[in-house]
């Protein structure tokens, strides 16, 4: 199939050099050792690998290696607010949206991948909409902060993999509004140049009657 099978001292690797994808086999994948013996290894007849190492040996034919098909559901574990805990009446996993007020803009969040094949090989990759340009590949580490967000409307989305890297390409979300301060918003403006409008005009308009109360009495005179 176009793949490379290595032996090495952390378990079994598949390659695929034209995809340049790599699967490794370990202790959860039923090898009797991480650690494999050099030149240890035969290609048998009938399309069989045999690797031997320190604890025996394995023998399997690669056709017969199938991938986990079941896709991980993502779950939230935690999140902190300027890095405390935040404070919900329902549990974190439940949450679907959170409104903060201003100031409250430093967002971690942490969640896993609830797929046991061999749960320290599921992968993640995140996104902020309104905010990332891109997903962030984040490997194993279920985590992901973001500091000093401008007020606005984002939606945290995160994909997860399980070990033989089938995705679950229905993102867990959050939606997240940062409120705008009093002194950023439309009404504030407004009131702002309304206010400023009133003063200019009363500043006029105490000029024009100053300049008509000399005219009359210029006029008298």
Not at 157 to 184: C, F, M, Q, Y
Request: hydrophobic share 40%; with cysteine.
């Amino acid at each position: 199939s176009g793949n490379l099978w290595l032996s090495c001292n952390r378990g079994i690797i598949k390659y695929n050099p034209d995809k340049k994808f790599y699967r490794r086999y370990t202790l959860m994948d039923g090898i009797q050792d991480n650690e494999f013996n050099t030149n240890a290894f035969l290609l048998g007849a009938q399309g069989e690998i045999w690797m031997g190492g320190n604890s025996g040996l394995n023998i399997f034919h690669p056709d017969q290696i199938k991938d986990v098909p079941h896709q991980p559901i993502i779950q939230f574990t935690r999140l902190l607010v300027n890095d405390e805990p935040f404070q919900t009446p329902v549990q974190i996993e439940e949450l679907s949206s959170i409104v903060l007020r201003y100031g409250k803009n430093t967002l971690s969040l942490d969640f896993v991948a609830l797929e046991y094949s061999d749960p320290s090989q599921n992968t993640f990759r995140f996104k902020l909409e309104n905010y990332d340009q891109d997903w962030v590949n984040a490997g194993t580490n279920g985590f992901a902060r973001y500091a000093n967000l401008p007020p606005g409307y984002y939606t945290f989305k995160v994909k997860a993999a399980n070990s033989d890297g089938v995705w679950n390409e229905t993102p867990k979300t959050l939606k997240i509004h940062i409120l705008t301060p009093w002194w950023r918003t439309w009404w504030f403006y407004l009131l702002c140049i309304s206010t400023i409008t009133a003063i200019a005009y009363g500043i006029f308009n105490y000029r024009l009657q100053q300049a008509l109360k000399i005219e009359r009495i210029r006029v008298r005179i």
